[in-house]
């Protein structure tokens, strides 16, 4: 997948494959194993509330807003949000976590993406607007549908809010 050239798939297929992907994700038993839960904002839109775990055995919960907009071609669309306000999580709120990530990973709350301006940006190839904005993943790393599904994208998610990358909350 070129970087910057990914195109919108069709709304319908999208949101029946994500449907789909959702489901056979949770049918696992995985996600409840992980304690994810998920609300479907919309056909293409869904958070997942999951669990970050300190080092000192503690909890935190963080929300995290997935897109199906060029899904499956590519992966979700992803940000750490607010819960309640539904917008991208600030940097010095209990919202948006503190982490020492793998050089795989980056999280940026505010990041210029090429003629849209800034905003967040949760940047590993399991996220469309890593291809959105100026990567070049290895071919090893690159997205491929058929293969990828946004179980990738979650159980990723996951090893970042984790130890040893997981440091708890901003605030």
């Keep these: 997948m070129p970087v910057n050239t990914m195109a919108r798939v069709d709304p319908e297929i999208a949101a029946a494959t994500l449907k789909q992907h959702v489901e056979d994700l949770w049918a696992t038993g995985r996600p409840a194993q992980h304690g994810w839960e998920y609300v479907w904002l919309d056909s293409l839109q869904l958070t997942v509330k999951m669990p970050a775990h300190r080092q000192d055995g503690g909890i935190d919960h963080y929300h995290i807003r997935l897109g199906g907009e060029y899904y499956d071609a590519g992966p979700p669309t992803v940000s750490i ?5 539904g917008q991208h999580a600030l940097k010095n709120s209990k919202w948006f976590p503190r982490l020492k990530p793998p050089h795989w990973f980056g999280l ?64």
């Design 81 to 85: 949000i607010d819960p309640a306000t």
């Design 108 to 171: 940026h709350d505010a990041y210029s993406f090429p003629g849209q301006g800034t905003r967040q940006l949760v940047c590993f190839s399991g996220t469309a607007e890593y291809y959105l904005t100026n990567h070049s993943p290895k071919e090893t790393e690159k997205w491929k549908q058929g293969r990828h599904t946004i179980a990738l994208t979650l159980n990723r998610l996951q090893e970042i809010l984790s130890p040893p990358h997981y440091l708890g909350t901003s605030q």
